[in-house]
């Protein structure tokens, strides 16, 4: 059996290390998102005050660890939860001051122009963002200068290099692993379109053993069956991989223009 202390990893991720356990999985809807967004935010700056939309939040994790660890003001977007849920999460957490829940389609979206000093998303931009024309839609919302944050499911190589999908990864990740892209794929879509500067598209160093390892403790302590059932099935895909393709991308850009 995987031991909830397994996730508390201070050398590691020692922001992420001083949430409980049990309160990331009992709010789990995919890969830990808490490390994601930690090691994501190697690459990119959050100030206190700063306005940044959380957008494909699940259930607010990431908007929670960004007002109590940054200080900035969180607008988490989700569609697939109610909005008034998450605003009682976020009221427990002690942080309903400054994290606003939404609920809101990605090409959707009910915010001002230039609104955001940063947009981020953590394991959910590959659901939307592959559209090779959605970055238009979604940089009209960032002030010239901000910044774009994204964590993706991701390949060491494309799967058409490949020939297609192996059959591992169709089976733990279904028709959805056509989703899942290179770095150099995510830094080449945004750099072509001219509206941001790519600063940093990397692979993160392991991330198929993080991956196994929440799924473990996720498939053992979630108190959603749904949940525990989705995590079994991928650690197989995992055992399989062992990293040779799956891994996560970390990529952060800068809107083209001047800030204020």
């Not at 922001?15 to 890969?31: E, F, I, K, L, S």
């Not at 930690?38 to 990431?62: Q, W």
């Given at each position: 059996?995987?031991?909830?202390?397994?996730?508390?990893?201070?050398?590691k991720y020692p922001r992420a290390a001083?949430?409980?356990?049990?309160?990331?999985?009992?709010?789990?809807?995919?890969?830990?998102?808490?490390?994601?967004?930690?090691?994501?935010?190697?690459?990119?700056?959050?100030?206190?005050?700063?306005?940044?939309?959380?957008?494909?939040?699940?259930?607010?994790?990431?908007?929670?660890?960004?007002?109590?660890?940054?200080?900035?003001?969180?607008?988490?977007?989700?569609?697939?939860?109610?909005?008034?849920?998450?605003?009682?999460?976020?009221?427990?957490?002690?942080?309903?001051?400054?994290?606003?829940?939404?609920?809101?389609?990605?090409?959707?979206?009910?915010?001002?122009?230039?609104?955001?000093?940063?947009?981020?998303?953590?394991?959910?931009?590959?659901?939307?963002?592959?559209?090779?024309?959605?970055?238009?839609?979604?940089?009209?919302?960032?002030?010239?200068?901000?910044?774009?944050?994204?964590?993706?499911?991701?390949?060491?190589?494309?799967?058409?290099?490949?020939?297609?999908?192996?059959?591992?990864?169709?089976?733990?990740?279904?028709?959805?692993?056509?989703?899942?892209?290179?770095?150099?794929?995510?830094?080449?879509?945004?750099?072509q379109t001219g509206l941001v500067e790519?600063?940093?598209?990397?692979?993160?160093?392991?991330?198929?053993?993080?991956?196994?390892?929440?799924?473990?403790?996720?498939?053992?302590?979630?108190?959603?069956?749904?949940?525990?059932?989705?995590?079994?099935?991928?650690?197989?895909?995992?055992?399989?991989?062992?990293?040779?393709?799956?891994t996560f991308a970390l990529v952060t850009?800068?809107?083209?223009?001047?800030?204020?």
């Amino acid at each position: 059996m995987t031991s909830l202390d397994a996730l508390v990893m201070p050398d590691k991720y020692p922001r992420a290390a001083t949430y409980d356990p049990q309160w990331m999985v009992d709010n789990c809807m995919g890969p830990n998102p808490l490390w994601l967004l930690e090691d994501l935010s190697r690459d990119c700056t959050f100030r206190p005050g700063m306005k940044v939309l959380d957008l494909g939040c699940g259930t607010g994790m990431t908007s929670i660890f960004l007002a109590r660890e940054y200080g900035v003001e969180v607008w988490a977007s989700e569609l697939w939860l109610p909005a008034e849920d998450n605003a009682a999460r976020f009221a427990r957490a002690g942080v309903g001051d400054q994290v606003h829940a939404v609920r809101a389609e990605a090409h959707d979206l009910p915010f001002e122009p230039e609104q955001f000093d940063a947009v981020l998303s953590v394991d959910s931009y590959h659901y939307f963002g592959t559209d090779d024309l959605y970055l238009g839609y979604l940089s009209r919302f960032l002030k010239p200068g901000g910044q774009l944050s994204i964590a993706v499911p991701s390949l060491h190589r494309e799967l058409r290099e490949l020939g297609g999908a192996p059959a591992h990864l169709r089976t733990g990740a279904g028709w959805e692993v056509l989703a899942f892209h290179t770095p150099e794929w995510w830094r080449f879509e945004w750099e072509q379109t001219g509206l941001v500067e790519v600063i940093a598209s990397r692979a993160q160093s392991d991330g198929w053993l993080d991956w196994k390892l929440w799924c473990e403790v996720c498939a053992e302590h979630s108190p959603d069956e749904l949940v525990r059932q989705h995590s079994r099935a991928e650690i197989p895909m995992l055992d399989t991989d062992r990293g040779e393709l799956l891994t996560f991308a970390l990529v952060t850009g800068r809107k083209n223009g001047s800030a204020e």
